[in-house]
């Protein structure tokens, strides 16, 4: 769909206006628990966003491609733009604009000035597939090239006809890892949003459920500043990268630890002292 020869419309027509949306839901944002969160459902033009998903890749078959398999995260991402199609390529681009970023500014009340990530580092398309997971953790605070604060995630779901037995629920957890305190089903046409912090923890912790040849597909984008707030900071940690979290009580968790634990151990004594120190921020979990 088209508002003229070079426009593509992104929002479900009742979305077009941006900043009513963001005034409405300001507070609402601002008070949801554990941290500052928000989702909607339909929230972009669906046959639009039906030419984003039937671009997606397996990534599993394409070289150039971040795996993550581990008792943590067993996941799949794309570098940057290499395997945006051009309908892609057009909607991350859109959400990395001035429209879609003054509606996350009002939206989420941050006072410093959001910047998008060009480089989609960290970010752009994600795939896990059955058995796949990736365990409650706060994200890394800093963006590796730029330098800036991290401060805001957005992802959009791509998964039609998803079933609540699949799982891959979407979980925001509290600052003492005892109760998951909302979850979200990764169906298609949701886009979930909430403030990065050092405490703020979140993922899919247990194995996807989904049929064989069935994955779960997302787009995440995030969202930078230059500075935060001290609240917002762990002071022990400075710069870090992801902050994995142990639920309390949770004997699958607690196995999948003690064997992380074990191949750390095991990096830090083989690895020469001068190299560990330039990567000793991803063993900061």
């Known amino acids: 769909m088209l508002n003229d020869s070079t426009m593509v419309n992104y929002l479900n027509s009742e979305n077009e206006d941006l900043i009513e949306i963001a005034n409405q839901n300001a507070k609402r944002y601002k008070n949801s628990v554990p941290f500052p969160n928000i989702y909607f459902e339909d929230f972009f033009n669906?046959?639009?966003?039906?030419?984003?998903?039937?671009?997606?890749?397996?990534?599993?078959?394409?070289?150039d491609v971040q795996m993550f398999e581990n008792?943590?995260?067993?996941?799949?991402?794309?570098?940057?733009?290499?395997?945006?199609?051009?309908?892609?390529?057009?909607?991350?681009?859109?959400?990395?604009?001035?429209?879609f970023l003054n509606f996350l500014q009002i939206l989420t009340g941050i006072k410093e000035p959001l910047i998008g990530d060009p480089y989609f580092y960290g970010g752009g398309q994600h795939e896990i597939k059955r058995g796949g997971l990736l365990k409650v953790h706060a994200d890394f605070n800093k963006h590796q090239k730029l330098g800036l604060d991290r401060r805001i995630n957005v992802l959009v779901y791509l998964n039609q006809n998803w079933k609540e037995e699949y799982g891959g629920h979407f979980e925001l957890w509290d600052s003492k890892m005892e109760k998951c305190?909302?979850?979200?089903?990764?169906?298609?046409?949701?886009?979930?949003?909430?403030?990065?912090?050092?405490?703020?923890?979140?993922g899919h912790p247990d194995p996807l459920n989904c049929p064989e040849g069935m994955s779960r597909k997302s787009l995440a984008l995030y969202y930078y500043s230059n500075g935060r707030p001290a609240h917002e900071i762990n002071d022990d940690l400075?710069?870090?990268g992801t902050l994995f979290q142990k639920r309390k009580n949770n004997i699958e968790d607690d196995i999948a630890f003690k064997k992380s634990r074990n191949i750390k151990t095991l990096i830090r004594e083989i690895t020469p002292p001068f190299i560990l120190k330039g990567v000793s921020r991803f063993f900061n979990d």
């Open 46 to 63: 669906p046959i639009f966003l039906e030419s984003v998903l039937n671009e997606f890749p397996d990534l599993s078959k394409r070289n």
């Open 71 to 99: 008792e943590k995260e067993k996941k799949l991402a794309g570098k940057g733009e290499r395997h945006f199609g051009g309908a892609t390529k057009s909607f991350m681009h859109y959400l990395n604009s001035e429209p």
């Open 181 to 202: 305190e909302k979850k979200i089903l990764p169906k298609f046409n949701t886009m979930a949003i909430f403030s990065t912090t050092d405490f703020s923890y979140h």
């Open 238 to 240: 400075g710069e870090h």
